[in-house]
């Protein structure tokens, strides 16, 4: 087949409604940005990207890469409700809520645990509690997942600090069924309704408390980015059961390219924020925009032409995304080990402070590296074969109940 007939064969085919490829891309730029931005905070690195003979800073995307983690909540909220939205396609019965609590468990709980009791065995070793109370409440509100509601317990904790996301995320499942149900049923007024609790409760927090820190990434701020999520499935489904053309994947890889470009002004606008506070403030502001761009960003590049789809779509994407939950547990946790073990060797003390552009170099390559190699080992050392062997028992016992 000649290249003209293959791609407007390509055209036309059906997009997949079942695992969507782009997806696997924006999960891991998202992570990636997330993981250069909690790197960048040991390494103080400013980045520059060379093109043309023209110097374009990164700087600003770095800095702002902790808006990403909006992207990765999307894309939950996305691959979630998938399997529903299908039912209005395919027919067939509601997913059971029992088994979904159950998958969800197996899939997070062993890793999360993991990593609970690691982070708790280093922080004995070094002395970190000060107090048998501290070490107490830190502990059970990890295993409970009710760390974020507690200034030492989410601030001050000794557990690492990329575990709260888990926490929005298993709050997020309890009420997931119940969503799902109605979302099906009555999409816009869902939809309008999740939206609606999360302007409300971000507009009452920013008016209400000098300090939002306690409250700018409860579950209740993010609901509007898992309803983005929830509809940017819906809608995926519905193009895909129309007939495509060459001239619907130019448009929607148009569309893609725009999307793509706005959250990249989103993010530069972000980098603006100088405080601690106008950070927090500018998350909570521009979230809806980061819901709304990254979920026509998933439906756009899933429906998009060959090129974008396998730009998103590889070998390489699909392993970052594929490790990323592992990588996102590990590795700020890990850039702090490395800098505090000073396992990249510089002629100053604090190279950081220093601007010793070597060593950040190095710095961020060996973080980077060792973080993916750790991501990789456990993923598929551990996190994998622990999911199949209780996925097995579990559904062994579904079938003798």
């Known amino acids: 087949m000649n290249p003209i007939k293959a791609w407007l064969a390509d055209a036309k085919s059906t997009p997949d409604v079942r695992h ?3 997806c696997d891309g ?3 730029i998202a992570v990636l940005m997330v993981g250069w931005f909690h790197i960048w905070q040991q390494s103080w690195l400013y980045p520059e990207l060379r093109l043309f003979g023209r110097s374009i800073s990164l700087d600003p995307f770095v800095r702002s890469g902790y808006i990403f ?3 990765l909540i999307l894309v939950s909220g996305f691959c979630l ?3 529903w939205a299908r039912l209005r396609r395919e027919g067939g019965t509601e997913p059971n809520a029992l088994d979904f609590y159950a998958r969800r468990l197996i899939r997070i709980h062993p890793s999360y645990l993991l990593a609970v009791f690691w982070m708790l065995a280093l922080a004995l070793a070094t002395g970190a509690y000060h107090s048998g109370r501290h070490l107490a409440q830190d502990l059970l509100a990890h295993l409970t997942y009710t760390h974020m509601f507690f200034f030492n317990t989410y601030y001050a904790t000794n557990l690492g600090g990329a575990l709260w996301t888990l926490a929005v995320e298993m709050q997020f499942y309890l009420l997931f069924p119940l969503l799902a149900r109605a979302f099906l049923r009555m999409p816009a007024l869902t939809f309008a309704g999740m939206v609606g609790i999360s302007l409300a409760f971000r507009g009452f927090v920013g008016a209400h408390f000098a300090d939002v820190g306690m409250y700018f990434n409860q579950l209740p701020a993010y609901l509007d980015v898992f309803a983005c999520g929830m509809a940017a499935a819906a809608v995926h489904v519905h193009l895909a059961a129309r007939r495509h053309s060459a001239v619907s994947r130019v448009l929607c890889t148009i569309g893609a390219l725009l999307a793509v470009w706005a959250l990249m002004e989103v993010a530069r606008s972000q980098a603006t924020c100088a405080t601690t506070e ?3 403030l500018g998350q909570m502001n521009r979230r809806l925009a980061m819901g709304l761009l990254g979920g026509a960003l998933l439906v756009l590049s899933a429906n998009a032409g060959w090129v974008l789809r396998r730009l998103l ?6 392993f970052v995304s594929g490790v990323s939950m592992q990588f996102y547990i590990w590795h700020q946790s890990l850039a702090v080990w490395i800098l505090q073990a000073r396992l990249v060797p510089s002629e100053y003390e604090t190279p950081n402070y220093a601007g010793d552009l070597v060593w950040q170099k190095q710095y961020t390559f ?3 590296a060792l973080a993916f190699l750790l991501a990789a080992a456990l993923t598929y050392g ?5 999911s199949r062997a209780l996925q097995k028992k579990w559904n062994a016992w579904r079938r003798r109940a």
């Not at 551990?382 to 622990?386: A, D, L």
């Open 313 to 318: 779509s590889n070998p390489v994407t699909r």
């Open 26 to 28: 924006i999960r891991a």
């Open 366 to 368: 060996v973080c980077f």
């Open 278 to 280: 106008e950070i927090r």
């Open 382 to 386: 551990f996190e994998r074969p622990v």
């Open 20 to 22: 969507v490829d782009t």
């Open 69 to 71: 983690v909006d992207i």
């Open 81 to 83: 409700y998938l399997p």
